[in-house]
């Protein structure tokens, strides 16, 4: 990129002139400068480091000249990015973890049971690609994606019953499925989710444990429902996260397209959401906010993210993804609030290893039980 634009835009950021793209375009560059310090187990200290660095940043009280203006302010990202370069370079190294590799964990996969209707259960992982079953007219593929597909096998499908199947993931499991009306459901670990096998009157409804993206096919003459225990979501044609697990203490509706409707199951209460809205339903009281999109389905995109969490939170998603049997709990630990990425694909001692690197918190791995330590 040129230097002289680059110049310009610290100018414009530094006046409040920049257009939002001129704002990310600029913040972008800083994020790969700081970046090129770090690989991605050291994404933790990476924006915890950031941050702390922007609070310490002194802002001006009165305009300089510009040309002073942009050089004093390309010499405070500079003196960042030395900054970081000094904070990863001597860092003292971390507490290993106290596991062998034996006692590594691998991560999960595309694992899942489909129930048919009438009862007979198919291991998805183990099953070659092709056609599984026909039900009600309905051909269930196996595709070479390891995506599950429900495609119509015959003209009079509309005139046979429909059953009802159940896909379930375990922990370690996910899984991609699409429906006959052609809505797209990526199921994360520890959930199922039972469908007809095809759509009958009026409505789409199916119902959720556990997580889920939904794309649903846009059909004005019938709306798309998914129920679970606590709340049902109403949509016509949307892309919404849906995270219902029974141990999380809210039930997590995230919008990304479209427009929803959120009914808590228990009562008449009822909220509309806006594209980038999430709504946390905790008992019976609704809570709207503005949702950080990219942590609500990084699981959908194959990776990680934390956003000012607690370690137990992180945990609960660790447990799921990598069949973890008990997490304990042992000593007082630190109130620290984490935040990174890292992929879904790494074997937990990598992300465990991350997550150390706070020096704030430490880990053990016992076979398939971990153990959080101050």
């Not at 002139?17 to 090129?36: F, V």
């Not at 480091?49 to 004093?72: E, H, M, Q, V």
């Not at 000012?308 to 304990?328: G, S």
Request: glycine share 6%; hydrophobic share 35%; net charge neutral.
């Amino acid at each position: 990129m040129d230097k002289k634009y680059v110049e310009e835009l610290l100018d414009k950021y530094i006046k409040g002139t920049c257009t939002p793209e001129e704002k990310i375009l600029l913040e972008n560059l800083y994020d790969e400068l700081i970046q090129q310090q770090s690989d991605d187990l050291q994404q933790i200290d990476y924006d915890t480091t950031k941050a702390a660095i922007f609070k310490k940043l002194p802002r001006p009280k009165y305009r300089l000249a510009g040309k002073i203006l942009r050089y004093a302010v390309a010499a405070s990202i500079l003196i960042c990015a030395s900054i970081v370069t000094v904070l990863f370079t001597n860092k003292k190294s971390v507490k290993q973890l106290a596991q062998t590799e034996q006692q590594d964990i691998a991560p999960g996969g595309n694992v899942a049971v489909l129930t048919l209707s009438n009862g007979k259960k198919i291991t998805l992982d183990d099953t070659a690609e092709g056609t599984l079953a026909t039900q009600s007219g309905i051909n269930v593929v196996k595709t070479d994606e390891g995506a599950l597909v429900y495609d119509r096998a015959a003209n009079n499908a509309d005139n046979q019953p429909a059953g009802f199947n159940t896909a379930e993931t375990p922990k370690g499991g996910q899984y991609k499925l699409q429906l006959t009306d052609g809505t797209m459901v990526w199921l994360n670990a520890a959930s199922s989710l039972r469908f007809p096998v095809r759509f009958t009157g009026n409505e789409r409804e199916v119902e959720l444990s556990g997580e889920a993206y939904f794309e649903v096919a846009h059909n004005a003459g019938k709306p798309f429902i998914v129920k679970t225990v606590q709340e049902k979501v109403l949509v016509l044609g949307t892309q919404f996260n849906l995270n219902a697990y029974s141990n999380e203490p809210a039930v997590v509706t995230t919008l990304l397209q479209g427009s929803v409707k959120v009914q808590s199951t228990h009562s008449e209460k009822a909220s509309v959401l806006k594209p980038g809205q999430q709504l946390l339903l905790t008992g019976n009281q609704f809570t709207i906010q503005e949702a950080n999109v990219e942590e609500a389905v990084a699981w959908k995109n194959g990776y990680f993210r934390f956003n000012d969490q607690k370690i137990e939170d992180i945990m609960r998603k660790l447990e799921r993804w990598y069949n973890i049997e008990e997490v304990k709990y042992e000593g007082k630990l630190s109130e620290e609030l984490f935040n990174g990425k890292i992929s879904r694909s790494k074997n937990i001692s990598q992300v465990l290893q991350m997550l150390q690197k706070t020096e704030s918190i430490h880990f053990k791995i016992e076979g398939r039980r971990v153990t959080v330590m101050p």
